[in-house]
């Protein structure tokens, strides 16, 4: 779903003063984009059909252009063997709603001691909204199936990976980059 530009700006500006409020950085850095899409296997919209928006840690957000999720914010997760690909929310401004509110709950925070985001428990909120790990693997089988990921690729792993990555390089290659 596309936002209404409106939408979305009050929705980035509440982040980003609960994000400053609480001393959390806003997200800048997308990393090596061609590179991160390399873990998007499965998804039910070609790779090239979504831009990179901010990485947290091990994980990538992107925007979706791709018809039929045009406007949708996925997740996907940089660890081997990790397929975790996944709708994180429907649009941005709701991502940042949800993100907004957690901060404001006290579930975001950075530790003192070493500088990390801490993610709390969400009670009320999508877990899958946020960057730590999933690791209620059925709410993320359930996920991937209802926004149509391809759980046989899922399945496959690393040989879905190398496939994926070999078109990559390809395009790499034409890039120049």
């Known amino acids: 779903m596309l936002d209404d530009p409106q939408d979305l700006r009050a929705a980035?500006?509440?982040y980003r003063a609960a994000a400053t409020g609480a001393g959390l950085a806003w997200p800048a850095d997308p990393g090596e984009a061609l590179d991160s899409l390399g873990f998007a296997i499965g998804t039910p919209f070609p790779w090239r059909q979504?831009?990179?928006?901010?990485?947290?840690d091990l994980i990538l957000f992107t925007f979706v252009l791709g018809a039929g999720h045009e406007g949708e914010v996925w997740r996907y997760e940089f660890t081997p063997d990790a397929w975790d690909t996944v709708r994180a929310a429907d649009s941005v401004a709701s991502l940042f709603t949800t993100w907004a509110s957690a901060i404001t709950a006290g579930l975001i925070?950075?530790?003192?001691l070493n500088g990390w985001l801490q993610v709390g428990e969400p009670r009320d909120a999508d877990p899958l909204a946020f960057p730590p790990s999933v690791t209620h693997y059925p709410l993320l089988r359930q996920r991937q199936r209802e926004c149509g990921v391809d759980l046989d690729c899922i399945d496959r792993g690393f040989d879905c990976h190398e496939e994926l990555f070999s078109e990559i390089d390809a395009a790499r290659s034409a890039l120049g980059v």
């Open 12 to 14: 980035v500006a509440a």
């Open 109 to 112: 925070s950075r530790d003192a």
């Open 50 to 56: 979504q831009v990179p928006l901010f990485r947290f």
